[in-house]
């Protein structure tokens, strides 16, 4: 132990004394924080109240007795809790797989699984549904090709349909951690005659222990919350988001809804809790910029480079059955194929594809911007503000779509505040859309944040950098990829998120998601397929632009970013 | 990329947006769960017949559409709600929200398709329906159903679907017609009977009849709009009208107290009861409750009688919307999973 | 007085880092933080740069309080012991990144990069990224970075301890080499004592949060004043009073009037005679050939023995010896190690 680390260890935080730099620490927390109180608390505390507003318009805690009386809502609980922890296990340990073959793996096509891992990301949630179904589904490519019969309605069609939703999610996050651990510890292990196992079990699991265990936290939390794949192909195994679905849409009784939408952040701040208390016992990872770079060796590289194949095979497959079903005139009776489901005019066409595109980049852009802030800025904030605003930040993916939706009605459909402005607009989408997927973006740029040594940030400092230098021309670059991810992450997922946006559309203003529910309302699931291959190519499209235009820029700096 | 024009057309439709109110004189916003395809033909005539007035027609399925109208109670945004079920029109939180309103012609329709204090009408409605995969049927070795009390053969296990009444009005629509037509005791009977062979009771209400159409599951219990459009475009389904009377549901249309633009408000809803709108439901419905009008083709072609009446179950609108929370919670007591 | 440090105090929760701490640095001096891990000596460190803050005291430059300036305006050089180059950017844009903070034209930064270059001897890798350098190579850009903007002082955070031990020593001649001739006041952060004698002009020697001692490296060695000193800069034997008075009571001379327990006596290594002698009180236990001396362990009246020699003495295990101690070379020390008796 050096003099160092004890002092380090204990106060962290930098000197509060930064005169210009100590108002710009402030906005740099301030505005993510104004947007979470108003786009999140405040919409939240609306359903709180809510939840409290009894039958005849007073408030009292009948409505939660109600709740936690019913054996419906206790079976609801246990199924959710189960479905959590399965999906996290399966999504974690194949999650790590792919992240760790990714970044400490030496095998060709690694640019390939990085594209089919996220396409659950870019696909609308029908898709998924659909490709599970045409594949495993009772009358499925699977059950026809072999002859069985297998059942899949129920508790593995839905921890499948989880994990394919939950796992880029998950490989995003580990992946944050795993790309930029020191080189030289390996090489130092590897002089002293650690195997690779060892090597792996004593350097590599330890330090991606902040990302695993980030990952598992919102593979969590964003499993319990989910009802689409509950709906689809969950069968009779009610979660509580289907049972928030039940009391909200289905008797239209928001109030009760909201207790279960409530309850369900009981689950997840104590997972966050139980998340931070394991990470207190992990110090901060020292890391300099020595890069790893994995050499061939076959006992290791090939079972993983199986391994990812395998995974990346089955997602494509789903996806790939509903982009062949898409140009099928009748599945699965009248296999020909043909154009017409592309030739879409009800529900109002293609039109809806292209303010989309713009609201996604906005919220994409806006909210990677947010976040970053909030991150630079909590590495300055007292730890009495920076441990309320953790949590904070990483609540939102607690709220199902659907209540966050609603809540955003309930709040922005008031004439009573000025932010009544954005009710009806595109803005409110796209700030939906960010929030609803805060955590993610939250915890992918904090994971990077932790891997950047202190000594830079110090460094510049003493060099005469105030906190504005230092964030644009050190911590940025440093923590490039995270925020190329992240932005990456908002830019699919506002593409195609239905859940909170299908509330808050105007007869002027639909999107896209939008669009392929009302085709697949209308029956003409075939036309909705082809809508969604037709908005997941635009993603696609988008996503290479944007990759070229961020390559071309980095050869012009020569800078050594490498993401 | 994009040319600097579309640009400043998105930022001053954000800006238009920013400004959104409860549409002024010379528009309205329309709230609506009507079909897509009905819904896009009534409403280009709907614009013809009266230029003057912009329609703005937000489309949602039944109950979302109930959850935005009730989150958006205390500053309603739409002027009208149009073709949405009545059973959820008579939750007296959203008759509150009505204004009463005779519309022109209103008076042809029999007492039991409109308010009696004139808040909502009811010129069409949709029925359920059976939708049954013939070729699993086969496959199966299994006769065709034609009653609820086929449902409960041995051979149906884990072959049909239906709809959760508590998650979806058309689970309801079906529920309630077994217990209204069977009597309370035999329709619980009868529910406990087909329970055994449920495989799954499903959150949406247009589910069993997709999923049995692509040989998923035998029978779907599921609605009769969804079958015929699945027989139109080529599944190999039979849509079945149980015996003793399917459940159906009337789609209702009534003006929002909290409107500014009640004249055009009133036009509009004047131009549902008209000769034009009718003879289009004529086109596009298997359910007009405006006597004297004919089949449409596709009721026919989909193999419904001429005269409907004749499957439809004997509901009593206002006993099922006073019910509802009372049968939804039996029932989830009974069968809830 | 150029720097001055008055009655720093630091405390983390229950730990004391700092207690009452002064220090001061002459113009162009280059002065060692020397003590053990924990001992307070970075904490001191990042006070001064103003990375961290103290409970009490100030620092003050030429005169001027420090205490509210934020680091980046104090002007100050800092090189840390792990690598904090720029990842990012390329050698010489690491250098000039203070330059280019200051709104300096960029054929002047260039031109001062350039010439940084040449003072730490690697002009040609200006366009590498620094996971591209030896870890000996990133310190001395990391030093040229730290100098290029002219600070006022030069702060050094162990930079030497990350490196092997040849591009250690050569390192160390060369900062010492740049220091002197640039002039830069300068504060060096190092556990190694062997690296503070060679550089330091002065050496502040630290233990528990406190200064225990500070001189001229001659002083430290040759004139501790305590236990602690004594026996962290270099090797010494260590006697007790009473075993003193029993063996060789002419050392007693030089010791100060105090009980016993207080004092002890210190005999650097070099400063023991040995002579053959049959009679001898002392016999050798061990050799050790260290190449331009010999370290001789003993058993003696006094005790264990530790004697370095440059003689040619061909001494054997088991020989008996005489020892000669002159009393001038007898330092009495303080005893401030706690319960070191035992």
């Known amino acids: 132990m050096t003099d160092k680390t004890l002092p380090r260890g204990t106060s962290g935080a930098p000197p509060a004394r930064f005169d210009g730099d100590k108002a710009l620490a402030l906005v740099c927390v301030g505005v993510p924080l104004i947007g979470l109180v108003l786009f999140f608390l405040y919409p939240m505390a609306i359903v709180f109240l809510r939840s409290i507003t009894t039958v005849d318009g007073e408030y009292g805690l009948s409505n939660y007795a109600e709740v936690l009386g019913s054996s419906g809502f206790w079976r609801a609980t246990r199924h959710s809790m189960i479905m959590g922890g399965a999906t996290t296990l399966l999504s974690v340990v194949l999650g790590f797989i792919i992240a760790h073959g990714l970044y400490r793996c030496a095998f060709r096509g690694k640019r390939l699984i990085r594209a089919v891992i996220v396409l659950p990301l870019l696909a609308p949630s029908l898709v998924q549904a659909l490709g599970l179904i045409f594949l495993l589904g009772r009358n499925g490519v699977v059950n026809q090709l072999f002859g069985v019969e297998m059942e899949i309605y129920g508790f593995w069609g839905l921890l499948i349909a989880n994990t394919l939703y939950a796992l880029p999610q998950a490989v995003m996050i580990i992946g944050a951690a795993l790309v930029l651990l020191d080189a030289r510890t390996y090489e130092a292990a590897e002089v002293m005659g650690a195997s690779p196992m060892r090597q792996f079990r004593d350097l590599t699991l330890p330090a991606a222990r902040f990302g695993i265990l980030n990952a598992a936290f919102v593979v969590f939390i964003i499993t319990i919350t989910d009802f689409g794949n509950a709906a689809v192909i969950g069968g009779d195994y009610s979660v509580l988001a289907t049972e928030i679905y039940s009391q909200v849409i289905g008797q239209r009784n928001f109030n009760m809804g909201a207790v279960v939408g409530i309850m369900l952040l009981l689950p997840t701040v104590a997972a966050y809790y139980i998340e931070r208390r394991a990470m207190r016992l992990q110090g901060r990872h020292p890391v300099n910029a020595q890069r790893f770079v994995p050499r061939f060796t076959p006992a290791r590289d090939l079972p993983m480079a199986g391994l990812n194949l395998l995974i990346c095979l089955a997602v494509l497959s789903v996806i790939a059955i509903v982009f062949y079903a898409s140009f099928v005139r009748l599945w699965p009776y009248n296999m020909s194929l043909t154009l017409k489901h592309y030739d879409i005019t009800l529900a109002g066409g293609y039109s809806s594809l292209w303010i989309t595109i713009w609201i996604s980049l906005a919220a994409a852009a806006g909210g990677t911007f947010l976040v970053f802030l909030l991150a630079v800025g909590l590495r300055r904030a007292p730890a009495m503000l920076a441990q309320p605003l953790q949590v904070l930040a990483a609540m939102p993916a607690a709220v199902p779509g659907m209540v966050l939706g609603l809540a955003y009605i309930l709040t922005f459909n008031s004439t009573a505040t000025p932010l009544y402005l954005l009710y009806g607009t595109a803005a409110l989408i796209g700030i939906v859309n960010f929030y609803h997927y805060h955590t993610q973006a939250f915890l992918t740029v904090m994971t990077g944040f932790r891997q950047l040594p202190s000594a830079l940030e110090e460094a510049a400092g003493s060099l005469g950098a105030g906190l504005g230098r230092v964030a644009v021309n050190i911590i940025a670059p440093f923590v490039a990829p995270m925020l190329i991810s992240v932005f990456f992450f908002l830019f699919m997922r506002s593409m195609v998120t239905l859940s909170a946006v299908v509330f808050l559309t105007t007869p002027d203003l639909s999107v896209a998601a939008v669009t392929i529910m009302r085709l697949d309302d209308a029956g003409l699931t075939s036309q909705a397929a082809a809508f969604s291959c037709c908005v997941m190519a635009v993603v696609a499209a988008a996503l290479l632009g944007m990759k070229a235009i961020l390559a071309y820029l980095g050869r012009n700096a020569g800078t050594g970013s490498d993401g | 990329m994009t040319t ?38 009534y409403t280009e005539a709907a614009q013809k017949a009266l230029p003057d007035v912009e329609l703005n027609v937000l489309r949602l399925s039944t109950g979302k559409l109930g959850a935005r109208i009730l989150a958006e109670a205390d500053n309603p945004q739409a002027d009208l709600i149009w073709g949405w079920a009545v059973t959820a029109m008579m939750d007296p939180r959203i008759l509150e929200m009505m204004s009463s309103y005779e519309a022109a012609g209103v008076d042809v329709l029999p007492d039991r398709f409109r308010d009696p204090e004139n808040r909502w009408f009811a010129p069409i409605g949709y029925m359920g329906a059976f939708c049954v995969n013939k070729p699993r049927l086969e496959e199966k070795g299994l006769p065709m159903p034609t009653s609820w009390a086929d449902l409960a053969q041995e051979g149906f296990k884990n072959e049909v679907l239906m709809p959760d009444p508590n998650s979806s009005g058309t689970g309801y629509l079906h529920v309630n017609a077994v217990l209204q037509s069977m009597g309370a005791e035999a329709g619980w009977a009868q529910l406990e009977a087909v329970d055994p062979n449920m495989a799954q009771y499903t959150s949406s209400g247009s589910k069993p009849c997709k999923s049995a159409r692509i040989g998923e599951y035998t029978v779907g219990i599921s609605l009769a709009f969804t079958a015929m459009q699945s027989i139109q475009e080529g599944y190999p389904l039979a849509m079945v009208f149980p015996e003793g009377g399917v459940g159906y549901e009337l789609e209702a249309n009534g003006i929002l107290s909290s409107t500014d633009n009640a004249g055009d408000a009133q036009k509009f809803l004047d131009w549902t009861m008209s000769d034009e709108a009718i003879a289009l439901y004529g086109e596009y419905k298997a359910l007009v409750t405006v006597p004297g009008v004919g089949q449409s083709e596709a009721a026919a072609a989909a193999g419904l009688p001429e005269d409907i009446g004749t499957v439809l179950a004997d509901v009593d609108f206002d006993a099922s919307a006073k019910s509802q929370v009372e049968t939804k919670k039996e029932w989830r007591e009974r069968f809830g999973r | 007085m150029y720097l001055t440090v008055e009655h720093a105090t630091k405390t983390f929760g229950p730990f004391v880092a700092l207690d009452d701490v002064s220090i001061a640095i002459e113009k162009g001096e280059f002065v060692c933080l020397l003590g053990p891990s924990g001992c307070g000596k970075t904490t001191l460190l990042r006070i001064i740069a103003g990375l961290a803050e103290t409970d009490s005291g100030v620092v003050t430059i030429e005169g001027e309080t420090l205490s509210n300036q934020p680091a980046r305006k104090r002007g100050f050089g800092i090189v840390f012991q792990s690598y904090s180059l720029f990842p990012n950017m390329t050698v010489a844009e690491n250098i000039g990144y203070g330059l280019r903070i200051r709104g300096a034209a960029n054929d002047q930064i260039a031109a001062r990069v350039r010439e940084l270059l040449e003072l730490v001897k690697l002009p040609q890798l200006a366009d590498k990224f620094p996971s591209q350098l030896s870890g000996g190579q990133q310190q001395r850009i990391a030093l040229a970075r730290a100098i290029a903007v002219d600070p006022r002082v030069l702060l050094l955070d162990e930079p030497l301890s990350a490196l092997d031990a040849k591009v250690r020593a050569d390192l160390r001649s060369e900062i010492r080499q740049l220091q002197r001739t640039l002039g830069i006041p300068t504060l060096m952060v190092t556990h190694d004592q062997e690296e503070a004698l060679a550089l330091a002009d002065k050496i502040i020697c630290m233990n528990h949060g406190t200064v225990v001692q500070a001189g001229t490296p001659e002083d430290l060695y040759h004139r501790p004043e305590t236990r602690f000193v004594a026996d962290f800069m270099g090797t010494s034997n260590l006697i007790e009073t009473d075993v003193i008075r029993r063996v060789q009571p002419d050392l007693l001379q030089t010791r100060p009037d105090a ?52 003689g040619a003495g061909g001494f054997s295990p088991g020989d008996k010896l005489a020892l000669g101690i002159a009393p001038e070379h007898c330092v009495w020390v303080r005893d401030d190690v706690i319960g070191a008796a035992a």
């Open chain 2, 4 to 41: 600097p024009v579309s640009v400043s057309r998105i930022t001053a439709s954000l800006l238009a947006l920013g400004l959104a109110m409860p549409a002024a004189a010379g528009e309205l916003t329309i709230y609506t769960a009507l079909e897509e395809e009905e819904l896009a033909a």
């Open chain 3, 259 to 310: 009980p016993d327990a207080d004092y002890i006596a210190c005999i650097r290594p070099e400063h023991i005679e040995l002579t053959p002698d049959a009679d001898g009180t002392a016999t050798v236990r061990e050799i050790s050939f260290l190449g331009n001396l010999k370290r001789i362990e003993l058993d003696s009246p006094l005790g264990p023995l530790l004697v370095e020699t440059h």
